[in-house]
């Protein structure tokens, strides 16, 4: 028996299954809810619930970490939805990252049934969510941010209050401008290097070293050198978190012309087939001489 507060848990993709996984470790009671069949089998411990308002009724609190904001709408506000079956008193977060406005309109929701709600959305990728250091942007009410503390800090070791609810959301949106930009330099930089005759490890290991250096440089600039382009966050969702990025930027009255001509590129990039593939297939957006092709011998 324990008095941990039994956790609904909906999204078992590569970031949701190693978030979940400690929080089973800690302790907690889960539940989950998946609309793809065979998932739940990796937690068979858990309580399996048919819809999301079923899981809701059984936890005291629900996570979810879907895919779009029309996944988070639906699983939260539809018919069979989390606030058709959430306990008074109870809570929901919400790590998917989305629309500041969604995030707003479900806290609304929320307190008028007397549930506490917060956008929680993460930054780390699945090494972050498997050591759970992740960066964790919370929007919500102070009441709502202190009960969830106790959770998100089982995810992540940097996790910082932003504002009222949708606050968090636009936190992360923030921090997608910088990853998707930051490809875009990468990319270039890496495609003057090799046209330049240069080595490229020589070249990270300089780069790193120096103002330009990051944990995104460390990562990806390997990964595009040796041609890997399997993913740790994909194209697709890079694509619909620049597309949050530009709606939010059009509400502010404020013009990003550098966001937008990376998320064309990246429309390019899921055009030629690479939808599934890490965001470093931005260079298969770009004419390079056959032999220093991205999967070519050299």
């Given at each position: 028996?324990?008095?941990?507060?039994?956790?609904?848990?909906?999204?078992?993709?590569?970031m949701?299954e190693?978030?979940?996984?400690h929080l089973?470790?800690a302790?907690h009671p889960?539940?989950?809810?998946?609309?793809?069949?065979?998932?739940t089998?990796?937690f068979?411990e858990?309580?399996?619930?048919?819809?999301?308002?079923?899981?809701?009724a059984w936890?005291?609190?629900v996570i979810?970490?879907?895919?779009e904001?029309?996944?988070?709408?639906?699983?939260?506000?539809?018919?069979d939805g989390?606030?058709?079956?959430a306990?008074?008193?109870?809570l929901?977060i919400?790590c998917?990252?989305?629309?500041?406005?969604?995030?707003?309109?479900?806290?609304?929701?929320?307190a008028?049934?007397?549930?506490?709600a917060?956008?929680?959305?993460?930054?780390?990728?699945?090494?972050?969510a498997?050591?759970a250091?992740?960066?964790?942007?919370i929007g919500?009410?102070?009441?709502?941010?202190?009960?969830a503390m106790?959770i998100?800090s089982r995810l992540?070791t940097?996790?910082?209050?932003?504002?009222?609810?949708?606050?968090?959301?636009?936190a992360k949106i923030?921090?997608?401008?910088v990853v998707?930009?930051?490809?875009l330099?990468?990319?270039?930089?890496f495609?003057?290097?090799?046209?330049?005759?240069l080595?490229?490890e020589?070249?990270?290991?300089?780069?790193g070293?120096?103002?330009?250096?990051s944990?995104?440089?460390r990562?990806?600039?390997p990964?595009?050198?040796a041609g890997d382009?399997e993913?740790g966050?994909?194209v697709?969702?890079?694509?619909?978190?620049?597309?949050?990025?530009?709606?939010?930027?059009?509400?502010?009255?404020?013009?990003m012309?550098?966001?937008a001509?990376?998320?064309?590129l990246?429309?390019a990039v899921?055009?030629a087939?690479?939808?599934?593939?890490?965001?470093q297939?931005?260079?298969?957006?770009?004419?390079?001489?056959?032999d220093?092709?991205v999967?070519t011998?050299?």
């Amino acid at each position: 028996m324990t008095d941990l507060p039994r956790i609904g848990w909906i999204g078992l993709g590569i970031m949701g299954e190693r978030m979940l996984r400690h929080l089973a470790a800690a302790g907690h009671p889960i539940g989950v809810y998946a609309r793809r069949p065979g998932v739940t089998d990796a937690f068979p411990e858990a309580t399996v619930a048919a819809t999301p308002a079923a899981l809701a009724a059984w936890s005291d609190v629900v996570i979810t970490i879907v895919g779009e904001p029309a996944d988070v709408e639906q699983v939260m506000l539809g018919p069979d939805g989390v606030l058709a079956g959430a306990r008074p008193g109870s809570l929901v977060i919400d790590c998917t990252t989305s629309s500041p406005a969604l995030a707003a309109r479900i806290a609304d929701a929320a307190a008028a049934i007397g549930v506490d709600a917060v956008d929680a959305p993460v930054s780390g990728g699945p090494a972050g969510a498997e050591r759970a250091s992740l960066s964790v942007m919370i929007g919500g009410t102070d009441t709502a941010v202190a009960r969830a503390m106790p959770i998100l800090s089982r995810l992540g070791t940097t996790i910082v209050h932003h504002g009222p609810p949708g606050a968090g959301q636009s936190a992360k949106i923030a921090n997608q401008i910088v990853v998707g930009l930051s490809m875009l330099g990468l990319t270039e930089a890496f495609l003057f290097a090799e046209a330049s005759g240069l080595d490229p490890e020589r070249v990270l290991e300089t780069l790193g070293a120096g103002i330009a250096g990051s944990d995104l440089l460390r990562v990806m600039w390997p990964k595009v050198a040796a041609g890997d382009l399997e993913p740790g966050f994909r194209v697709e969702h890079l694509i619909k978190d620049l597309g949050l990025a530009l709606d939010a930027g059009h509400a502010a009255t404020i013009t990003m012309p550098g966001t937008a001509l990376t998320r064309e590129l990246y429309h390019a990039v899921r055009a030629a087939g690479h939808a599934g593939r890490g965001t470093q297939a931005l260079i298969t957006a770009y004419d390079r001489p056959a032999d220093r092709a991205v999967g070519t011998e050299p």
